[in-house]
């Protein structure tokens, strides 16, 4: 189970908040590896922009550098997206049972 | 730009987690499940203490015996709790935050009176946290 103490789910967070990241996620994972300039002609973005961009999609260990030749392709690495959406719905599940509980039992303190 | 799916990644409030439901109580009878550590155990599941002043410490031990170290950071009594939470053993730079809202429901037009409660928890904050320290340190 993932728990709520991984600190790098708040880095994969971070990187996700931003719509231009996810575009380029999505644009990794639909299209397969690319560069930062093959990247930059799918987006209304400069070069370098796309550039910071995958830096901190790096960070978050989203995107991995791989390189081939003079190029630095990036592709996409999963796990660190099933880390953070297991987070969420470890944390989920467990309000929903303790918003459950809370209600039962004030609820019932109610009736008594 | 923007993605046209409903993947969860798309999804802006990825960056927590959130929950609502509403109980058929005023939420003066919904705060005072947090207030004494028997019924907060009963509730929470496991070991659960919490000092609900500013300040005020908690301890928070799951059923599987992982404990957890919390300090409350806002009560607004009826209204409002607030508190950081991290592993035993970590520091609070690990912390993740959790805010309780209480909204008095009205009893107009012979509706019951209840309370409708949300929770929101964010993950851990340790780079938020790691780069206002990085800021004091350099400035």
């Known amino acids: ?112 | 730009m923007v993605a046209r799916d409903a993947s969860p990644w798309h999804d802006a409030r990825v960056t927590s987690v959130e929950r609502t439901i509403r109980v058929a109580a005023p939420p003066e009878q919904v705060w005072a499940a947090f207030c004494d550590e028997a019924t907060l155990s009963a509730w929470f599941g496991g070991d659960a203490r919490l000092d609900i002043r500013p300040g005020g410490r908690g301890r928070f031990t799951g059923p599987a015996g992982d404990v957890r170290l919390a300090a409350v950071d806002e009560v607004e009594p009826y209204r409002h709790l607030a508190w950081r939470w991290w592993p035993l053993g970590c520091s609070p730079l690990d912390a993740g935050t959790v805010a309780f809202d209480l909204e008095g429901l009205d009893g107009d037009d012979g509706d019951e009176v209840g309370t409708q409660v949300t929770v929101r928890e964010e993950p851990p904050a340790r780079r938020a946290a790691m780069s206002v320290l990085a800021g004091a340190s350099s400035g």
């Open chain 1, 1 to 112: 189970v993932v728990e709520a103490d991984r600190p790098d789910v708040d880095a994969i967070f971070t990187a996700l908040a931003d719509p231009t990241r996810r575009a380029v996620l999505r644009s990794l994972a639909e299209g397969g590896a690319a560069t930062a300039t093959q990247l930059a002609t799918r987006f209304p973005v400069s070069r370098q922009a796309v550039a910071k961009h995958l830096t901190a999609l790096g960070d978050a260990g989203l995107v991995a550098p791989e390189r081939s030749g003079r190029e630095v392709r990036y592709r996409v690495t999963p796990d660190p997206l099933l880390d953070a959406m297991g987070w969420m719905a470890a944390v989920g599940s467990q309000w929903d049972r303790r918003l459950d509980a809370l209600r039962a039992r004030v609820e019932a303190g109610r009736e008594s």
